[in-house]
């Protein structure tokens, strides 16, 4: 008994017809009667009873049926499993990821991609963009997933999310004590993130653009270390809003009505040259853009 004899019963079965089974299964009509007869010798029965106004599935006609489908069922099962066997990711992938993105958007994306392909081992870094960047260009790391732009020329950036930025300023500060004017931001103390961090050129940049001058400068290596420092009240800061959302400290945004929001993006970082993008790579580039469609690319 062979599989195509079942296969063709099956459908002989669910549509009814000698005719359409064979023209859905492309064969010849002899061919599909050939099927079915020899079934029936094989299990010495009736299984359809069949004239030519009448097509009637007998009662063992049924039990060979639903048997047939389950037999099927498990061929093709068997089948699948195979192929994602050996289709299967397997080896190794080395993310690096800025802090802000390593700390509150990764875990997320190495759940889905862990759920989805059990067999790679999963290496994270987590640094500074500038040393993120650095590390994918030497080939020490497969992927980056960084904030910001990335100027390196044998490196591509694709972003996939958009960050807005905002000040947080202590609660007893002498900023929130009067009427905002845009003088009272001189000469304050700031906390810094480190230089090549994607958060500290947001800074900058924001320092440049209202021409705002820094009174003293504190640089702590860590976002949870930024947001502490503010809640102790040693300064204020620019930082991520999903950084200020997971750490508790929403109450600490303070709106400036008199400045533009500043945004930035993540990105994700890769090789220029295609072919040193492993599959790998490609699989988890692939899992962001699903969960993150975002079809802008960065300079």
Same mark, same amino acid.
């Given at each position: 008994m062979?599989?195509?004899?079942l296969?063709t019963f099956t459908?002989v079965?669910?549509?009814e017809?000698?005719?359409?089974?064979?023209q859905?299964?492309?064969l010849?009509?002899p061919?599909?009667?050939?099927h079915i007869?020899?079934?029936e010798e094989h299990?010495q029965?009736t299984?359809i009873d069949?004239?030519?106004?009448?097509?009637?599935?007998?009662?063992?006609?049924e039990?060979?049926y639903q048997?047939?489908?389950?037999?099927?069922g498990?061929l093709?099962k068997?089948? @699948?499993?195979?192929?994602?066997y050996h289709?299967q990711?397997r080896?190794?992938l +080395?993310? *690096?990821a800025?802090? &802000?993105v /390593?700390e509150?958007?990764?875990?997320s994306l190495?759940k889905?991609f862990?759920d989805l392909?059990?067999?790679v081992?999963?290496?994270v870094?987590?640094?500074n963009t500038?040393?993120?960047?650095?590390?994918?260009q030497?080939?020490?790391?497969?992927?980056?997933?960084?904030?910001?732009?990335?100027?390196?020329?044998?490196?591509d950036s694709?972003p996939?999310m958009?960050d807005e930025m905002?000040?947080?300023?202590p609660?007893?500060?002498?900023?929130r004590?009067k009427?905002?004017?845009?003088n009272?931001?001189q000469?304050h103390?700031?906390?810094?993130?480190e230089?090549?961090s994607? @958060?500290r050129d947001?800074?900058?940049?924001f320092?440049?653009?209202y021409s705002i +001058?820094p *009174?003293?400068?504190? &640089?702590? /290596?860590s976002?949870?270390?930024?947001v502490e420092?503010?809640?102790?009240?040693?300064?204020?800061?620019?930082?991520?809003?999903?950084?200020?959302?997971?750490?508790g400290?929403?109450?600490?945004i303070y709106?400036l009505?008199?400045?533009?929001?500043t945004?930035?993006?993540?990105s994700?970082?890769?090789?220029?040259?295609?072919?040193?993008?492993?599959?790998n790579?490609?699989?988890?580039i692939?899992l962001i853009?699903?969960l993150?469609?975002?079809?802008?690319?960065?300079?």
């Amino acid at each position: 008994m062979e599989t195509e004899s079942l296969q063709t019963f099956t459908r002989v079965i669910e549509l009814e017809s000698f005719t359409k089974a064979s023209q859905e299964l492309n064969l010849s009509q002899p061919t599909v009667s050939f099927h079915i007869k020899s079934l029936e010798e094989h299990f010495q029965t009736t299984l359809i009873d069949r004239t030519p106004k009448r097509f009637q599935v007998t009662s063992t006609g049924e039990i060979v049926y639903q048997r047939a489908k389950q037999i099927l069922g498990l061929l093709e099962k068997a089948r @699948t499993e195979v192929y994602d066997y050996h289709h299967q990711l397997r080896g190794k992938l +080395r993310i *690096g990821a800025s802090y &802000t993105v /390593g700390e509150y958007i990764l875990p997320s994306l190495l759940k889905a991609f862990d759920d989805l392909y059990p067999e790679v081992e999963l290496s994270v870094t987590i640094k500074n963009t500038e040393h993120i960047n650095q590390g994918v260009q030497l080939h020490d790391l497969d992927v980056g997933l960084v904030e910001g732009k990335v100027n390196q020329k044998d490196l591509d950036s694709y972003p996939f999310m958009e960050d807005e930025m905002v000040v947080v300023v202590p609660m007893d500060h002498p900023v929130r004590l009067k009427e905002t004017d845009f003088n009272q931001w001189q000469d304050h103390t700031w906390i810094c993130r480190e230089q090549g961090s994607g @958060t500290r050129d947001v800074m900058e940049t924001f320092w440049d653009r209202y021409s705002i +001058r820094p *009174g003293k400068r504190i &640089t702590i /290596g860590s976002n949870h270390g930024v947001v502490e420092g503010v809640k102790q009240g040693v300064g204020m800061s620019i930082i991520s809003k999903t950084v200020a959302e997971h750490s508790g400290a929403d109450e600490l945004i303070y709106p400036l009505p008199f400045l533009s929001s500043t945004n930035r993006f993540f990105s994700y970082v890769i090789p220029a040259d295609e072919k040193e993008i492993s599959k790998n790579v490609s699989v988890f580039i692939e899992l962001i853009n699903s969960l993150y469609p975002f079809n802008e690319r960065l300079g």
